[in-house]
């Protein structure tokens, strides 16, 4: 059987069990969860977001191989306090999709989280 290509992993049977099954750990989440999709050069990013809106910011990433629905069991008590941003890496598990320049290197790795970051607002130079 010839590979999927990632963009395409949601049409498959599996994409579609694998997605179902993260919706179900992000129910979970506070009722206040919002999910946006930043685009960058590099791909689409998801981000789970919840917590006080002007609150100090958090950003949780997950570890290789999980997702940020990952935060589950801790986010309620974070957001009680912070806005929280919790980020699936792009081009691993989760909904962010690497369609773009690929992350080769450190400096692209980072270049991509500065962008995320930015993007909901949680830059500490800001």
Known sequence: MPAVPITDFAAT???????RAYDRVLEKWPADVT????DSEYGTTR??????????PVVLLPGGGA?????????AAI???HRVHAIDLIGDAGRSIADGTPIKS?????????????????????
Do not use: I, M, Q
């Open 13 to 19: 049977a599996e994409g579609a069990a694998f997605y």
């Open 35 to 38: 999910s946006t999709d930043l």
């Open 47 to 56: 981000v789970n977001s919840c917590g006080p809106d002007g609150a100090p």
């Open 67 to 75: 997702t940020s629905t990952v935060w589950f069991r801790n986010v």
């Open 79 to 81: 957001a009680a306090r």
């Open 106 to 126: 450190t400096s692209t790795l980072l270049s991509w989280l500065t962008t995320v970051v930015d993007g909901v607002g949680a830059n500490p130079s800001d």
